[in-house]
Each structure stands twice: as C-alpha cells, then as structure tokens.
C-alpha cells in the first residue's frame, strides 16, 4: 500500500504535465455519424470466384439488400426461384461486366472518403431538418443499372456508375454530359438528392404540369447545395428557390419541402 502513495502523485504529475487530455471522438475513430457498409465486396467474391460463403453471407447478412438488388435493379427473377443464384452468376459472367467488376474494386479499394463526406453532410442535414433519420449506406455493383436505390432507411451505391467520365464503357451508353456526373465527386449529391425526394415526394407527380415537378426537384437540390455549402446543382428552379428563401428567411426547411402552392415561386424564363 506504501507504494501506492508513492505511484499515485507521479501519474497525476504525469498526467497533468500532458494536460491529461482524454482523446476526442477523432482520436478514437468514432467521430462518423456513418460509414459505407462494403456489400459490393461480397458481390465481387461471389461473381468472380463463385465463392459459395460469399452468397451465403449476402443471403444472411444483407437478405433486402440481395432481394433489391436481384428483383429491382438488375431484374434477373425472383429470390424464391431455385436456380436464381445460378442465373445471378451468369448473369455476371460477361467479360464486359467481368471489367467492370474489376475496374470497381480497383477504383474503390478505399472508400473512407465517403465516410466522411456522408458523415459531414447528414450532420448538417439533420441541422436543418431535425426529425430526418440517417439511412443505413451500401455500397453495390448494378451492372450499370441505378446509380442510387432508396428504401427502407437505406440508400444504395452504385459504384459501378462512378468510375469517372474517361471510363470507355460509358461512351457506349452515355452522352458526354451525362458521364460527367458519373464520377465520385456526385456520389454525396446524389445520395442526398434521391434520399430527399424518398422522403418528401410530390404528391401525384406523374400528372402534375411540368413546371411544378421542375419547382419540386429544385427545392430539393437547393437544399442539397446548402449542405454541399457550394452549388452542386444550379438552374433557374433552384435559383427561384433560392429567391423565394431570401425573401421569406423565416421560411423552416421542412416547410419548403411540404411547400405545393408553387405559385409563390417566380422563375426567370429563359
């Protein structure tokens, strides 16, 4: 015990001459509000090797995310049919795909960037809209279907649609405007953006006239360059929403967003 008398004043000494910091949220890691779930690495496993423990770990582990993806994006069949994990690996099989594949895994070895990025802005989004629930995020390879699949408090990436503008596959498909926002720099907007109209949909937005689904996706990409903090997206909707907010400051965001009577916004004509 005599001992102890003697220890305790020399790490109290030691402690305060290191300002006995305890190390902060950064220091341990834990500082994201979320981070990328790799579901597309079981996918390569699987689709490249044939890896049985990989499908068998896609079926358990991540059964909506496997349903989604086999019946909603690259609508192969059912998941109940008998041979639909065959049919999923031949459907893969092609060389080009086989590429592709690769080409994804290479580009995205590394995806703490996006971590981070998606941890910055559902920070800042829910700052602005309180009550919004930050969605689980994963990571897919679509066969160069959706970019982002939205539901049930996820948001899917395809990262197969952001290999960059200079990827030869997409000249095939795509027009050059189009590839220019299918690089990683888009995944954060993109992912807010269809996040945002999951939860806050126009109401009969087939049949309503042009100009107020204009209006409506202009809000929404208002709001996502307040939280990028520079204009992701500018067009003369957004900038009509920008004019209306300037005008009514007291204007809440979930306001905006419920916001049908789109009378109150003035658009420039071209």
């Known amino acids: 015990m005599r001992h102890l008398y003697y220890i305790l004043p020399l790490v109290l000494f030691i402690c305060f001459g290191c300002q006995f910091k305890l190390p902060s949220d950064n220091e341990n890691g834990n500082s994201l509000l979320l981070e990328v779930d790799r579901y597309d690495r079981l996918e390569y496993r ?3 090797t044939g890896d049985f423990s990989a499908l068998q770990q896609m079926n358990t582990e991540y059964p909506i995310e496997t349903r989604t993806l086999i019946e909603d994006v690259v609508k192969i069949g059912e998941i109940t049919d008998p041979d639909i994990n ?4 031949k459907f893969y099989q092609d060389t080009t795909l086989q590429s592709m594949i690769a080409a994804v895994e290479s580009e995205y070895a590394n995806t ?8 910055t802005a559902f920070n800042r989004l829910k700052q602005l809209l309180p009550d919004i629930e930050v969605p689980k995020v994963y990571t897919q390879i679509s066969a160069l279907d959706q970019s982002i699949v939205v539901g049930n408090g996820t948001i899917g990436i395809s990262l197969d649609k ?3 503008p200079d990827y030869p596959l997409y000249a095939r498909y795509y027009s050059p405007s189009q590839r220019k926002q299918m ?3 888009y995944i954060l907007p993109d992912c807010l953006t269809f ?3 999951s939860i806050y949909p126009l109401q009969r937005f087939e049949t309503r006239p042009q100009l107020e689904r204009d209006l409506h996706i202009g809000k929404i990409q208002w709001i996502v360059n307040q939280v990028m903090t520079r204009r992701i ?5 957004e900038e009509a929403v920008e004019t209306f907010m300037k005008q009514n400051p007291k204007t809440t965001y979930e306001d905006l967003l419920r916001m049908t009577d789109f009378s109150r ?3 420039q004509e071209n």
């Open 233 to 237: 997206y500018h067009s003369r909707y």
């Open 265 to 267: 916004f003035k658009v």
């Open 162 to 164: 952001y290999l960059g």
């Open 112 to 119: 703490g960037d996006l971590d981070h990025q998606l941890s």
């Open 86 to 89: 065959s049919k999923f690996l």
């Open 46 to 48: 699987y689709l490249t």
């Open 195 to 197: 996040y945002l109209m």
């Open 183 to 185: 690089s990683r720099e």
